[in-house]
């Protein structure tokens, strides 16, 4: 409840970041993919992820986080993921709170 709180009033600390603004889907899975499990290995928890919104807030990476976050090769690393604050991005990005442990 607590994080959700946070996220909500935009005071979600963010560790650490990622950019795929400009890159092609492809490159931008392998990068998403790479930074979560780097991300996750070096214990930094609260990260932020920026897609951009795409053309009319349809953009093909925006839309593809979500499948990606759900895979079965990162679910259980994430905790919970959410749109970001107006101040980090909004609509054109994700909060990604990662677990402590891998669950399996």
């Known amino acids: 409840k607590r994080n959700i709180k946070e996220i909500k009033t935009g005071k979600f600390k963010v560790q650490t970041k990622l950019d795929l603004h400009g890159y092609r889907l492809k490159e931008a899975e392998t990068l ?54 107006p101040k980090d991005g909004g609509d054109g990005a994700y909060y990604i709170r990662l677990r402590k442990k891998e669950i399996f």
């Open 32 to 85: 998403f993919f790479e930074f979560i499990k780097e991300s996750f290995n070096s214990k930094k928890r609260n990260i932020l992820v920026i897609s951009g919104k795409g053309e009319h807030g349809k953009g093909k990476i925006k839309n593809s986080i979500p499948v990606w976050i759900t895979s079965s090769s990162l679910s259980h690393l994430i905790h919970f993921y959410s749109l970001a604050a």
